[in-house]
């Protein structure tokens, strides 16, 4: 299971490693599918660590990193966003970009 934060936990948990940030909503249908292929990822790759945020209660993440459309994933290295995907994406596309 991919552990949901907010707001006050996202500067703690992007400081240090790999990280990935699920920017989402419980209404997005495409996050939802997104949702399966990241829970899978989670489980196959131990380098990164894997996080969710509900946009609808995330309001200082969302505008500090210009999330308009969901879902959006951002990843992380040591603190440094390396990339920002907007959109739905397939799993081995995802894979490419870890």
Do not use: H, Q
């Not at 309001?59 to 999330?67: L, S």
């Not at 994933?73 to 490419?96: A, C, M, P």
């Amino acid at each position: 299971m991919v552990e949901e934060i907010n707001d006050e936990k996202f500067i703690e948990v992007v400081k240090e490693g790999k990280v990935l940030v699920d920017c989402y909503a419980t209404w997005c249908g495409p996050c939802r599918m997104l949702s399966l292929i990241i829970d899978e990822l989670a489980s196959e790759k131990e380098d990164y660590k894997f996080y969710k945020l509900d946009v609808d209660n995330s309001n200082k993440v969302t505008k500090e990193y210009g999330i308009m459309s969901i879902p959006t994933l951002l990843i992380f290295e040591n603190g440094e966003l390396k990339e920002k995907v907007v959109g739905f994406i397939s799993k081995e596309e995802l894979e490419e970009k870890l």
